[in-house]
C-alpha cells in the first residue's frame, strides 16, 4: 500500500501564492509518476498538473498554465505544487495522486491508483 499525505493549504487573498507539498510511503517501487487534482465545492474533480519522471514530463490544465508549478522527487517521493498569482476560482479541495502503473492518459483520475485525504485551498476576493 501507499500512503500520500497533502500539506500546505490554507486561505490566501487573490493574487497570492502557496506552495502544497506531498509526501508518499509505503510500497512506492512503482512509482510512475504524480499529480494534482482538485476538487470545487458542487463540482467533479479536475486535472489540475502531472509529472511523469521518466523524462521529467511535466503537464498542466489551461487554467493554471504560466501561475502553478509542478516538481518533485523521485527518490525522496515529494511531490510539490508552487501555486503563484492565485485566483479566487482555484478555490478547492487539492488531492496529491500517484501512479501505480505506466498506464493510462496521466490528465484523467483513472491513471492513479493512489490518492491523498486532500488539502484545502481557498483563495479571497
Known amino acids: 500500500q501507499v500512503q500520500l499525505v497533502e500539506s500546505g493549504g490554507g486561505l490566501v487573498q487573490a493574487g497570492g501564492s502557496l506552495r502544497l507539498s506531498c509526501a508518499a510511503s509505503?510500497?512506492?517501487?512503482?512509482?510512475?509518476?504524480m499529480a494534482w487534482f482538485r476538487q470545487a465545492p458542487g463540482k467533479e474533480r479536475e486535472f489540475v498538473a502531472a509529472i511523469t519522471w521518466l523524462r521529467s514530463y511535466t503537464t498542466y490544465a489551461d487554467s493554471v498554465k504560466g501561475r502553478f508549478t509542478i516538481s518533485g522527487d523521485n527518490a525522496k517521493n515529494t511531490l510539490y505544487l508552487q501555486m503563484n498569482s492565485l485566483k479566487p476560482e482555484d478555490t478547492a479541495v487539492y488531492y496529491c495522486?500517484?501512479?501505480?502503473?505506466?498506464?493510462?492518459?496521466?490528465?484523467?483520475?483513472?491513471?492513479?491508483?493512489?490518492w491523498g485525504q486532500g488539502t484545502q485551498v481557498t483563495v479571497s476576493s
Open positions: 495522486a500517484l501512479r501505480g502503473t505506466a498506464i493510462g492518459d496521466v490528465r484523467t483520475a483513472q491513471a492513479y491508483r493512489y
Open positions: 509505503g510500497r512506492t517501487f512503482s512509482n510512475y509518476g
